[in-house]
């Protein structure tokens, strides 16, 4: 008896270490093709299922009655889709627009036309382009002596940018745009100043570019305190390489934190040494109404914070089950198509241009039951999984972050995913790829300032070097209790 006991219990633990084998085995598969996705791969996520193609379309071209059946669920729900006009292909050639200046060159025919009757023209357009050039800008300002010799009259210097220095508001303007928006660092466009025969040495225009930063300091405040005040933020962070006096031969690890609403179309981004609490804490202490987050786990924080609504991002939930496809086809596709009917929803809501209220409704209607239907499934598949397979920790962050994951149907202003704030992270991850650091953790809260009035300005649809130039003109002498006239979402050209 005793013996036959033994041998159970060495089965067992047999089976224990062989099922922990397994677990390491498919995270080790998991890792090398995720490597070989990164280096090799295509970065998109898009998702084509392998069965029954006409029922997950998004473009559904008439009404249907579908029933999706759930392993042990049967739910049944209706959706109603519209048929989307017909647009017709462009052909021929691009039309330019009318706001460009036209030059008009008269070509006339070289036989003699004297007498003949002109019955028309045929007009050709060529798109040009003059080189932008450098030049000086003047202010010759007349002297007078004062009768009785008793002083000097002189004009009066308009406010300029940066007081005793050399550079027009274009320059800056377009030093900064060049390098925020168009990401060329600054050693370059000093490359292209000495192509037009002036030499800027890199340490002056940087200069210009942090007097310009000091100047947009007082609008940027207020930019800030304008989109913590919003009911609805979406957050994320990515890093900055740094430079550090304190870390000779490496770079510091720093982090932009980034806010994005969606509605008032506002976007913030606040430079941090860390990655810690303390950065959205500090930012986000008056803030009140919905955040939206990718399940980092600072943010959990704010979930037991009065005032405060935490939800979740399905494009990360639903990244993990793309990446868990090698690792268990079918249960993860099957979830990605039921993933798919939900973004379906929103993209009909989106077509049909409905209210936040028809939104919401819509939601509740079919969203939710599939939403519901879903999570129980996947509790029930969890533990038939391996906990540490790349599908059973898909499994995991999903089910523990369902709740949230939900949050999006009981508001039509909310949106399904997090996809707004990593859209305007993007800026960012390319500039990164030119400059490669900052110069300083006092630059980087200089780029924080200026990715945030010039991204909230590509969101309004604002030319940025446009609103940056007339800023500069305006702000030196422009009343401090009215600078928020001046924020790219109030800004009338």
């Not at 990718?294 to 939930?317: N, P, Q, S």
């Not at 996947?378 to 949050?407: D, H, N, T």
């Not at 508001?411 to 995913?417: K, T």
Request: charged fraction near 25%.
């Amino acid at each position: 008896m005793q013996a036959a006991l033994s041998t159970i219990t060495a089965l067992q633990e047999q089976l224990r270490q062989y099922e922990h084998l397994q677990g390491q085995q498919a995270l080790l598969k998991h890792e090398l093709e995720g490597l070989k996705r990164l280096i090799y791969g295509s970065k998109q996520e898009r998702f084509v299922p392998t069965t029954s193609p006409t029922q997950l379309s998004l473009d559904i071209q008439a009404a249907a009655t579908e029933q999706t059946t759930l392993p042990g669920q049967t739910i049944s729900y209706t959706r109603t889709t519209v048929t989307k006009p017909a647009t017709s292909v462009p052909t021929g050639r691009m039309k330019l627009p009318n706001t460009l200046p036209r030059e008009r060159i008269l070509i006339e025919p070289l036989e003699d036309v004297s007498g003949l009757k002109k019955i028309g023209e045929e007009i050709t357009e060529e798109l040009e382009l003059v080189e932008a050039k450098l030049f000086v800008k003047q202010y010759v300002r007349s002297k007078y002596i004062k009768e009785g010799g008793e002083g000097i009259l002189i004009g009066e210097l308009p406010a300029r940018p940066i007081e005793k220095g050399i550079a027009g508001p274009g320059l800056l303007a377009q030093i900064v745009i060049d390098k925020y928006v168009d990401h060329l660092p600054l050693y370059r466009q000093g490359e292209r100043f000495k192509r037009a025969g002036v030499l800027i040495p890199d340490t002056t225009i940087g200069g210009w570019v942090s007097a310009v930063c000091k100047l947009l300091q007082p609008l940027y405040e207020a930019h800030k305190k304008q989109v913590v005040q919003l009911g609805y933020l979406q957050a994320d962070e990515t890093p900055i390489k740094v430079l550090d006096k304190d870390k000779k031969g490496t770079t510091h690890r720093g982090y932009f934190w980034v806010y994005h609403n969606p509605i008032q179309k506002a976007v913030l981004f606040d430079y941090q040494m860390g990655r810690g609490r303390e950065g959205p804490e500090g930012i986000l202490s008056a803030f009140t109404g919905y955040l939206q987050s990718d399940g980092y786990g600072v943010y959990e924080a704010f979930d037991d914070r009065k005032g405060i609504t935490l939800l979740h991002c399905m494009a990360h939930a639903r990244r993990m089950f793309v990446e868990a496809i090698a690792n268990d086809k079918q249960r993860a596709e099957y979830v990605l198509e039921q993933m798919q009917l939900l973004y379906g929803i929103e993209q009909r809501a989106k077509e049909q241009q409905l209210s936040f209220e028809g939104i919401a409704l819509l939601r509740q209607q079919e969203a939710t039951p599939l939403l519901k239907h879903l999570g129980q499934w996947m509790k029930q598949q969890y533990i038939e999984v391996l906990p540490k397979s790349p599908i059973g920790k898909a499994f995991a962050y999903s089910i523990e972050r369902w709740k949230k994951l939900c949050v999006y149907t009981t508001d039509g202003r909310l949106n399904i995913d997090n996809n707004g704030v990593e859209n305007q992270i993007r800026p960012v991850a390319v500039g990164r790829k030119n400059y490669l650091f900052a110069g300083s953790h006092e630059a980087s809260g200089r780029s924080a300032m200026l990715y945030s009035l010039l991204g909230t300005c590509k969101l309004h649809n604002l030319n940025p070097f446009e609103w940056l130039k007339q800023v500069l003109i305006k702000l030196p002498s422009y009343p401090i209790n009215r600078i928020t006239e001046l924020l790219p979402n109030n800004f009338k050209p």
